[in-house]
């Protein structure tokens, strides 16, 4: 089992930018697929980015792509999201995730591929 907590949440201008963390115990961190997935007030929460255990896979919704980018490290026990050029629309509860999948997208946009979740740090975007 692995415990999950996120970091790095606030308020920020849009055009700004946030890097959020995520810090797993244990010590078989490099063993899970890490997601992102957000959830707005009213909303169904949605996926944001992936990356597969080793690093070498990510997705990204298209949303965030060219703008969000998805880093782990394995040594650290740590998943980054680098959040940049932000919109007023990012405004929501981020939480990261953990599943047991190798790779496969099917495998990592899915919330219900995942085992395990952190409890969620809010990020709100103001115009």
């Known amino acids: 089992q692995v415990q999950l907590v996120e970091s790095g949440g606030g308020l920020v201008q849009a055009g700004g930018s946030l890097r959020l963390s995520c810090a797993a115990s244990?010590?078989?961190?490099?063993?899970?697929?890490m997601g992102w997935f957000r959830q707005a007030p009213g909303k169904e929460r949605e996926f944001v980015v992936a990356?597969?255990?080793?690093?070498?896979?990510?997705y990204y919704a298209d949303s965030v792509k060219g703008r969000f980018t998805i880093s782990r490290d394995n040594a650290k026990n740590t998943v980054y999201l680098q959040m940049n050029s932000l919109k007023p629309e990012d405004t929501a509860v981020y939480y990261c995730?953990?599943?047991?999948?190798?790779?496969?997208?099917?495998?990592?946009?899915?919330?219900?591929?995942?085992?395990?979740w952190g409890q969620g740090t809010q990020v709100t975007v103001s115009s």
């Open positions: 990356i597969s255990r080793s690093g070498g896979y990510t």
């Open positions: 244990g010590r078989t961190f490099g063993t899970y697929g």
């Open positions: 995730a953990a599943n047991h999948y190798y790779s496969g997208e099917d495998n990592y946009i899915a919330s219900d591929k995942y085992s395990y």
